[in-house]
Each structure stands twice: as structure tokens, then as C-alpha cells.
């Protein structure tokens, strides 16, 4: 009752061949969908450091007009008169030289 089965080699070299063939692709799907993966990532990264650096020029934007409205002679004058006390020199103070 105990039979022995011989295994056919052609029949296990195409079995060998086939497993090989699916590992082959199941490997490249992970490799696509790995790839895909990291292209979106990637995608969203770069979004965000468009949103930020349009944030960025923005507050730049802001910041150089408050420079100028700080660097303003009518700014400076006043705060030379009410802070420091100063005025504007009368005619016998100046002295031109030539």
C-alpha cells in the first residue's frame, strides 16, 4: 500500500520556473506601489513648502514696509522733537562753510 510517486522533473521545473516568475512580479508591484507611495509623500512635502513660502514673502512683504514707515524723515523728526527736544536750527546757530 505504500506507493512511492515519482515526481516528473519536467513537471517540477516548470513549477520552479513559474514560482519564480510570480515572486519576480509580486516584487515589482511592491516596487511600483513603494515608488508611488514616496511620489505623493513627496508631493504633499512640496505643497507645503509652497504654502510656507508664500507665507514667508508675505511677511517679508510686511515687514519692508514697516522698515520704511520706521526710516520716514517725518517719523524721525517727530520723535527727535517730542522724545529728545529737539528743533530746528535758528539762522544765528548755522554756520556755512565755504
Known amino acids: 500500500m505504500n506507493r512511492k510517486i515519482k515526481?516528473?522533473?519536467r513537471k517540477l521545473k516548470e513549477t520552479g520556473i513559474w514560482i519564480i516568475l510570480m515572486?519576480?512580479?509580486?516584487?515589482?508591484?511592491?516596487?511600483?506601489t513603494w515608488s508611488r507611495v514616496q511620489c505623493v509623500g513627496i508631493?504633499?512635502?512640496?505643497?507645503?513648502?509652497?504654502?510656507?513660502?508664500?507665507?514667508?514673502?508675505?511677511?517679508?512683504?510686511?515687514?519692508n514696509l514697516?522698515?520704511?514707515s520706521l526710516k520716514s524723515p517725518a517719523r524721525i523728526?517727530?520723535?527727535?522733537?517730542?522724545?529728545?527736544g529737539l528743533k530746528m536750527p535758528t539762522s544765528e546757530q548755522m554756520i556755512i562753510i565755504p
Do not use: C, D
Request: hydrophobic fraction near 50%.
Open 7 to 9: 515526481k516528473n522533473p
Open 23 to 32: 515572486v519576480f512580479f509580486i516584487s515589482e508591484l511592491f516596487l511600483y
Open 43 to 63: 508631493g504633499y512635502e512640496i505643497s507645503k513648502a509652497a504654502i510656507r513660502q508664500k507665507e514667508f514673502v508675505a511677511m517679508q512683504n510686511n515687514l
Open 66 to 68: 514697516e522698515l520704511v
Open 77 to 84: 523728526a517727530e520723535i527727535a522733537k517730542t522724545r529728545f
